[in-house]
Antibody
């Protein structure tokens, strides 16, 4: 069965960096794109962008450029989200979510990781 | 950027029907997807492409989309339906995915 398993919770100080992993299994990793979604405490869902698994080219949503980097290691079917220069406002649960189809205009998020809580506090 | 507006909360008695709206400019021309999120859990898609139910989703969940409003309908509501619900579309202008503001469904 399709599974996206994310790395565990992180506690970081302001200014530090964090790298969240998303290990995919149960399907052909290179056949589907992967998205990242943020959810701040008590808030809604926010699409951060996605990464094309075939090309490795990321697309970032507005507000997630500069300090946010999506990357891949296809040899271990894992996607990564790195955030640098962490701020308290980055405290959130970060989800990876698979794109249901390669059709850019039509995909929805059909499978989700369990989420990774990143807490930024001094 | 494209804005999707949902009511913050909807309350419904067990066995009744809950309707959750998602308002957006000409949303009827877009494909709308709906996600259910229970406390402490990842979201789960319950409706895709306006009115399709993914495998495993009860028939009690249905969707419609026209004009400036998309609607998720939950019939014969059960206690287990208590959750936050989000609509989502692809915004052609920004070429980005957009989520609605979210609706908390409370089963009385």
């Amino acid at each position: 069965q399709v599974q996206l398993v994310q790395s565990g919770s992180e506690l970081k100080k302001p200014g530090a960096s964090v790298k969240v992993s998303c290990k995919a299994s149960g399907y052909s990793f290179t056949s589907y794109g992967l998205n990242w979604v943020r959810q701040a405490p008590g808030q809604g869902l926010e699409w951060m962008g996605w990464i094309n698994i075939n090309s490795g080219i990321p697309t970032y949503a507005q507000g997630f450029t500069g300090r946010f980097v999506f990357s891949l290691d296809t040899s271990v079917t894992t996607a990564y989200l790195q955030i640098t220069g962490l701020k308290a406002a980055d405290t959130a649960v970060y989800y990876c979510a698979r794109a249901s189809t390669w059709e850019w205009s039509r995909f929805y998020f059909d499978y989700w990781g369990q989420g990774t809580l990143v807490t930024v506090s001094s | 950027s494209y804005v999707l507006t949902q009511p913050p909360s909807v309350s419904v008695a067990p066995g009744k029907t809950a309707r959750i709206t998602c308002g957006g400019n000409s949303i009827g021309s877009k494909s709308v997807h709906w996600y259910q999120q229970k406390p402490g859990q990842a979201p789960v898609v319950v409706i895709c492409y306006d009115d399709d139910r993914p495998s495993g989703i009860p028939e009690r969940f249905s969707g419609s989309n026209s004009g400036n409003t998309a609607t998720l309908t939950i019939s014969r509501v059960e206690a287990g339906d208590e959750a936050d619900y989000y609509c989502q579309v692809w915004d052609t202008s920004s070429d980005h995915r957009v989520f609605g503001t979210g609706t908390k469904v409370t089963v009385l």
